[in-house]
Each structure stands twice: as C-alpha cells, then as structure tokens.
T-cell receptor, first 112, second 113 residues
Framework: DQQVKQNSPSLSVQEGRISILNCDYT??????FLWYKKYPAEGPTFLIS?????DKNEDGRFTVFLNKSAKHLSLHIVPSQPGDSAVYFC???????????FGDGTTLTVKP | NAGVTQTPKFQVLKTGQSMTLQCAQD?????MYWYRQDPGMGLRLIYY???????DKGEVPNGYNVSRLNKREFSLRLESAAPSQTSVYFC????????????FGNGTRLTVT
C-alpha cells in the first residue's frame, strides 16, 4: 500500500500562472513533509518543508499547505517560470526526515 | 563545494556480477543514505547510517550491503547483481538535526542484463 501518493503524473501550465501540485498520505504517524525538485540527470534538491504543527509555509514563490484532517498537502508556485519545469517529489517522514517516504513524482512543464 | 559525490555515473553489469557504488560528502554531515529510483516511481530507502559506525536497513535492503567507511564515505555493494536491481541509485546525506532535509548526489545509473 503506497503511503504517499501524487495522483497527477504530469501538469502543464503557462508561464506567469499558478502551478498547484498535490500530494496525499495515509500514515497518521507522518509529522514532517518535504518537497524536492529534480532536473534530468541530477539528484533531487530540497525545495520547501512543513511541520505538522503548521498549516502553511511560504518561501518566495513557493508555498506549501497542509490539511492534516484530509491528509493532504499541496505546493503552490506563483508565478510559474519555465525554469520551474522539473519533476516534483512529495516526501513524508516521522522524526528523521532522512528516512522519508516519497511519492512517485509529478512532472511540471511551464510553457513560455 | 562538491556536496555529495557518487561514482561511477553509469554501470552495466551481467547477472551475478558484483560491484560497489561509492559515495562521499564534504558537508560534515552525520547521516548518510542510499535510495533507489525505478522508472516512474519515487525513491525508496535501501540502507542508512545515522552516524559513523552504525548502519540500518531501510525499506528495500535485500540484495545489498553497505559500509560506513568513515564520516565522509558510505558505500553500497551488490554481491550478485540481478535484473531487478536495474535502477538509478542516489546517495544522500543530512545533519543529525530533527527534520533536516536530504542533500543528494547526482546518482548512479545501473543496468543489469
């Protein structure tokens, strides 16, 4: 049973518009959530995170929202830029964020 | 600053051959990890080392062994490679701090025929 799910394999948006990437989880023991961004032929890089005691965390153009009751989180990118085109992984963990459970990723394409 | 360095970048093995994937980090991180990523899937944890001298199994440890050689280096060994081990392998490191994110290398693409 997959504990972290990203139900949209791909998303295409126009430059300047909002990108919304979604993630659902099933394990109530998860209390820390992270988003990683991955370009082809590179390793994932950390983007933004949120603790379960918060419902929103913002960093520049990136905002992550957490709805614990629905076991759902989302990443908003505003405004989207062509350089944001990449695969985005949602990850969830307990006390050790290094031992994360990853979703399958969403490929974001931002069209100029 | 190199961060996390993995060697080799690519490798092709025949079934039954053995090899060791090397990983080194220069960020003075205590914890190191090995993940694998299969096509269209997320990363799955193979083994990790919370600190020098300790190693523990992750989600998919079968067919692998690891060695934490020192604080900088963490190697992954395939003793008898199988086609099911065809994957991209990522090494990562983190501080020991609670909720510290992972810093990844650029991966080793392994094909077992």
């Amino acid at each position: 049973d997959q504990q972290v799910k990203q139900n949209s394999p791909s998303l295409s948006v126009q430059e300047g518009r909002i990108s919304i990437l979604n993630c659902d989880y099933t394990n109530s023991m998860f209390d820390y959530f992270l988003w990683y961004k991955k370009y082809p032929a590179e390793g994932p890089t950390f983007l933004i995170s949120i603790s379960s005691i918060k419902d929103k965390n913002e960093d520049g153009r990136f905002t992550v929202f957490l709805n614990k009751s629905a076991k759902h989180l989302s990443l908003h990118i505003v405004p989207s830029q062509p350089g944001d085109s990449a695969v985005y992984f949602c990850a969830a963990s307990g006390a050790n964020a290094g031992k994360s459970t990853f979703g399958d990723g969403t490929t974001l394409t931002v069209k100029p | 600053n190199a961060g996390v360095t993995q060697t080799p970048k690519f490798q092709v093995l025949k079934t039954g051959q053995s090899m060791t994937l090397q990983c080194a980090q220069d960020m003075n991180h205590n914890s190191m990890y090995w993940y694998r990523q299969d096509p269209g899937m997320g990363l799955r944890l193979i083994y990790y080392s919370a600190s020098e001298g300790t190693t523990d199994k992750g989600e998919v440890p079968n067919g692998y062994n690891v060695s934490r050689l020192n604080k900088r280096e963490f190697s992954l060994r395939l003793e008898s490679a199988a086609p099911s081990q065809t994957s991209v392998y990522f090494c990562a490191s983190s501080t020991r701090d609670y909720n510290s994110p992972l810093h990844f290398g650029n991966g080793t693409r392994l094909t077992v025929t």
